[in-house]
């Protein structure tokens, strides 16, 4: 790659900064897809802290030295935001050209609001192939989402802006348009007549680790079900754009999204034991699990149901799009499995005939696993850069995919604002079913199992 590239990152001794971002572009020096001219400028407000510290167990930490400073500054400070502008010019000068440079803010969006408005007025937003990168949450709401947009767009034009949510950059969530695209197989059945319902899984097994105070003001609905399952929704559903036009695939998630109203009448939630102590609140009502079924109006997904479940301190880290099939007779359902982690991989269940003098049916895995084919995944990140790098905003969030998501939420919000004691209380390590079913050992989705009759 020969666009000469700066990245300035906000916030870089932080945990998004030094558990992802530092150690993505370190297996990207690895790989030797970095570009040529490549500078990466570490803000921070610490004048102690040292490029060996942040760098610490990062791979590749020697290729990134060499290529990165710090440089310490007020984030509040106007004056500071000129010795920046003077320091970044002497990168230009030293490579005789005008860099690109990426402004990834790595912090939360409340932080970042002042720093946009300072690049705004210090006319940094307005160099000549400047780039803004925005971690979410995108506002707590779609008014203050709306807001945000506004603030944003006062400093930055809409192309500038790289709203990030890091599921859209996963391979195995990529791989979701691939396998519809192309795979007629599916695409030709992926309508209302063939399939009975989608279920949309993301558990794990860590609780807030820490996160506390962001926790309180966030939940799971607006942590993940905000951002990342209603984008796997909108991905599972959407119209594929025609001859595979990438570049056009947010304004397709975005339509989705649109067409989907949640059930009101569907909504769980729930909360870990031990939450309140962790997050030092007694009171607290906030939700770790959340999980609540949408329908769509686009007439392909009529009443078809669409439940997204979401939680912290489950059994298990996993997620996964389940389709279920329409059934043929008496059999039970065809279910197509998309893993997108751990294990990641697609699989089918299907029936076939045991062997033997009776006749009995099996229930049994057509499946693939990328670890059986393939090498080791690059993380979600290393897209996000170098797609930001690229200019590509496939894998970013529009400002239109975060509107319609809030107004899902919102919705959500209002149904349960009123009546809040339907919190349930769960022990750690509960599985899903369990929590849904006020800790009855029923399996709403059943693995592919070995089934008789
Ligand atoms: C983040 C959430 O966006 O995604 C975290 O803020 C969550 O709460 C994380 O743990 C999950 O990401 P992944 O890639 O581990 O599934």
Redesign the pocket.
């Known amino acids: 790659m020969d666009t000469p590239t700066v990245l300035v990152i906000i916030g870089v001794t932080g945990d998004l900064s030094k558990r992802k971002l530092l150690p993505a572009i370190g297996e990207m020096a690895g790989a030797g897809v970095l570009p040529k001219r490549f500078r990466i400028v570490g803000i921070t407000r610490q004048q102690t802290v040292t490029l060996p510290g942040i760098l610490e167990g990062v791979r590749n930490a020697g290729h990134i030295r060499e290529n990165m400073a710090l440089f310490p500054m007020s984030l509040e400070d106007a004056a500071d935001y000129e010795r920046l502008r003077s320091y970044l010019l002497t990168i230009d000068g030293a490579w005789g050209a005008g860099a690109q440079r990426l402004w990834y803010l790595a912090i939360p969006p409340t932080t970042a609001w002042p720093i946009i408005e300072h690049l705004g007025l210090s006319g940094l937003s307005q160099v000549p192939h400047t780039k803004l990168l925005l971690e979410?949450p995108f506002g707590v709401d779609r008014k203050s989402a709306e807001e945000l947009v506004t603030h944003v767009e006062r400093s930055f034009a809409t192309e500038q802006v790289y709203r990030i949510d890091?599921?859209l950059a996963?391979e195995t969530v990529q791989n979701i348009v691939v396998f519809r695209q192309d795979n007629s197989l599916f695409e030709r059945t992926w309508n209302r007549d063939a399939i009975e319902r989608i279920d949309i899984l993301?558990s794990?097994t860590?609780g807030v680790e820490g996160?506390g105070a962001f926790?309180e003001q966030t939940g799971a609905l607006r942590?993940?079900i905000q951002?990342?399952l209603l984008q796997l929704a909108a991905l599972t559903l959407m119209t594929l754009p025609k001859d595979g036009e990438w570049q056009r695939i947010p304004a397709a998630r975005s339509a989705l999204l649109g067409t989907l109203h949640v059930d009101p009448e569907s909504i769980r939630r729930g909360q870990y034991a031990g939450y309140r102590t962790e997050v030092n609140n007694p009171a607290s009502m906030v939700e770790t699990f959340v999980s609540l079924t949408l329908f769509s109006t686009d007439a392909r997904w009529r009443d078809v149901p669409i439940t997204l479940t979401t939680g912290?301190a489950l059994s298990e880290?996993k997620?996964e799009i389940v389709v279920t099939y329409r059934r043929a007779g008496a059999a039970q359902p065809n279910r197509l499995t998309l893993r997108l982690?751990p294990n990641e991989g697609v699989e089918l269940c299907f029936f076939a005939k045991r062997p033997g003098y009776d006749r009995m049916i099996e229930r049994v895995p057509l499946a693939f696993t990328y670890a059986d084919h393939f090498a080791a995944l690059p993380d979600?990140y290393e897209h996000v850069f170098l797609d930001a790098v690229r200019g590509d905003h496939t894998l970013f969030a529009s400002s239109a995919e975060v509107l319609e998501s809030w107004r899902i939420v919102d919705a959500v919000r209002n149904a349960w604002e009123p009546d809040s004691d339907t919190l349930v209380l769960y022990p750690k390590g509960a599985t899903p079913a369990h929590v849904l079913a006020g800790n009855s050992e029923n399996e709403t989705i059943p693995a592919c199992i070995t089934r008789t009759r």
Do not use: V
């Open positions: 979410k890091h599921y996963k993301a794990e860590i996160r926790y942590d993940l951002s990342h912290k880290k997620t982690q979600a």
